[in-house]
């Protein structure tokens, strides 16, 4: 099936109306109308083959929801004019060890993603959610809570929801834990909003000054400004459990010393430059840990959008047209957006 969609023929081109071939649903498939799609910095990357090894025409976009259109015969989940969400992953070997735990992001023989993944579709290679369909294997598919009012807010969850969601279910936060959210931008916000569902006590860490009230609406208790010496030394030792969301290489050490004994620092954002090496010392002598957490599995992942829908959490947003997307890469280097872009995916048809 012939749908419209937004994507680049190369690194150095920017993004265009493009037509593309959706495969008829399959007996376990489900297609869905995408209404929306969010934008994530791995969108930009991989578009621009900053990562390298990106498969052209490039599609982007894994923050997708929408509704279903039409679906496989032996198909039970799902049915015509559900809300659904599909995210970083459309398919896994389903057979080793991390699939058998519901472990699908972590899959031994790699995990197929949203787009840029190797599929038997043409054009040999996964297409995203910058179009207005998809289909999906239906193990794939997630299904949405929230109100109708709320979908475009959805969006960002199924990828800067889950990326801070994981590690914070992982790592076991809760009432009692003070934890700390490094960054408030796209998975930052989240971040903050999460950990302050689940009772924590959270203290932000920003490098602005400028971002204090918006990092207290949030949800978080406290705001740090990490330039400011005499601030980051007042919770010297004090934190269960830091998220670092910055993408950008840092000294690790300001917030390792931040840690409790038997605290953990996770990353969570993919620098372009290594972070310099951290202090051994600071980790060997209050057994403190760094350690990295990437999306969620399925089953983790409808568990996010669940627990998110019950608590009223959706992401803060910008909406755009698909005809802006060049446009909002280059502000969102810039770091100019409260704090995730979203395509209205009506703007595809003109």
């Known amino acids: 099936m012939t749908t419209k969609a937004y994507g680049a023929y190369a690194a150095d081109k920017p993004l265009q109306a493009l037509d593309i071939e959706r495969r008829a649903p399959g007996p376990r498939d489900v297609q869905i109308e995408i209404a929306y799609c969010g934008v994530c910095h791995s969108d930009l990357h991989t578009v621009r083959s900053e990562w390298g090894g990106t498969r052209y025409p490039c599609v982007p976009g894994h923050e997708i929801v929408g509704h279903v259109s039409a679906v496989g015969s032996e198909v039970g989940g799902f049915k015509v004019g559900d809300t659904v969400g599909v995210g970083c992953m459309v398919d896994s070997c389903r057979h080793c060890a991390a699939c058998d735990e519901g472990l699908e992001q972590y899959c ?53 929801g889950i990326t801070t969601y994981s590690p914070l279910r992982h790592w076991k936060v809760g009432p009692g834990s003070k934890v700390g959210v490094v960054g408030i931008g796209g998975l930052g916000h989240m971040g903050v909003k999460l950990a302050h569902a689940m009772g924590a006590h959270v203290v932000a860490f920003t490098t602005s000054d400028s971002k204090r009230q918006a990092a207290l609406e949030l949800g978080a208790n406290e705001v740090v400004v990490s330039r400011n010496a005499d601030e980051m030394k007042a919770h010297a030792g004090s934190f269960d459990f830091i998220l670092n969301t910055v993408a ?8 390792t010393s931040l840690l409790k004994r038997d605290g953990s620092m996770v990353l969570v954002g993919v620098p372009e430059h290594p972070h310099p090496s951290p202090n051994i010392g600071n980790l060997i002598f209050k057994r ?36 802006q997307i060049d446009e909002a890469y280059d502000r969102m280097v810039k770091g100019d957006v409260k704090y995730r872009f979203v395509i209205d995916n009506k703007s595809l048809a003109g």
């Open 108 to 160: 031994e023989n790699g995990f197929v993603g949203t787009y840029n993944g190797r599929t038997a579709d043409a054009p040999g290679h996964t297409l995203g959610g910058y179009s207005q369909r998809i289909v999906v294997d239906e193990k794939f598919v997630l299904k949405i809570r929230h109100p109708e009012s709320q979908l475009a807010a959805v969006a960002p969850l199924l990828c800067a």
């Open 248 to 255: 950008a290489s840092h000294s690790l050490d300001a917030y």
């Open 288 to 323: 403190r840990a760094i350690a990295g957490s990437l999306i969620g599995g399925i089953a983790e992942t409808q568990e996010m959008l669940d627990f998110c829908a019950e608590h009223g959490i959706v992401s803060d947003i910008e909406m755009i047209r698909a005809q």
